[in-house]
DNA sequence: GTGACATTGAGACTCAGTCTCAGTCTCAAC
DNA sequence: GTTGAGACTGAGACTGAGTCTCAATGTCAC
């Protein structure tokens, strides 16, 4: 924390536009934990806080946030987005549990290199790579097992 | 072709449901064809090729086709959902171009062993993968090259 | 033919995200 | 300190993909 808003406030003042207090509320709401969020998320997370913000605003800061590479954009197909901060972003890919809906990550270099070179065959200049594991998680497995032992006992 | 409606009318027989005819018009509209589409694509085309299926129905039928696994969901972050044949889904990933919005297909099948592994390392019973890269096409990066060129002839 | 239940289309509805606009703020120039 | 250009804000209207509802219709085992 601090090197975000050093970064956004230059991304910022490079496209002459202004730090302002909302815009700062977002940011460091944003960066004061690790979790995946959504818009919705964070503006009800902003109005617990006493720092009610308007849902035009949220928006517009975090296409700025993404727009600078501070934020990344995550669509898991339930018709709206995640974000997470860039800086965790290297090498991971997420793990979609369809049972619970848990999100978690995993980390494997040899992953975004392969991606990489794939790209690059394909005469393709790549910006991210998005790697999404869908399935049933090691909880929900035991769960569902111990449920179909029950109904058969 | 004729495999897919073999296949889904066993699954419909299987859950007491019935092929009916639209259901059929929308199926061989769907396996017609080897593009990527979107729900509001098929709903024109039906249209167009005069035997119109209700939205409602569409969807309905786009549902049970990704149940049956004849079809694969696919979200590229723009608020629409894609649809592909699940048959085409082997060891492919997708190649997303942010300037055209081109979406083109690699295959690798070491990418799949990896994740196969990564996901059961890490407790996970995976149904599907899911890659996509992000960035620009071979025919963009061209066309940028050369518009740079002349701005700074 | 009958009854139980699956299916349909039209259109109302939902909800995440975008747009608009009038009022406010920021900041460099004077 | 004042001014003016233009950035920024919040409220709420709007958009559009996808879902839901419901009355009418179709399917099929009996």
Avoid: W
């Amino acid at each position: 924390m601090g090197d975000e808003v050093q970064i956004f406030e230059e991304y910022l003042k490079k496209h002459a536009l202004h730090l302002t207090a909302p815009r700062e509320t977002v940011l460091r709401t944003i960066f004061g934990t690790h979790e995946h969020f959504t818009a919705d998320d964070l503006i009800a997370h902003l109005g617990r806080a006493g720092t009610p913000v308007s849902k035009a605003t949220v928006y517009r800061t975090l296409a700025l946030l993404s727009e600078c590479n501070l934020l990344i954009e995550h669509d898991f197909g339930q018709g709206k987005k995640y974000y997470e901060h860039a800086s965790e972003l290297q090498h991971h890919g997420h793990l979609y549990c369809s049972d619970c809906g848990r999100i978690s990550e995993f980390y494997d270099p040899k992953l975004n290199g392969l991606q990489e070179k794939i790209a690059r065959q394909e005469g393709f200049d790549p910006t991210h790579f998005v790697v999404k594991i869908y399935g049933r998680c090691a909880d929900c497995t035991a769960k569902r097992n111990r449920r179909e032992a029950e109904s058969t006992a």
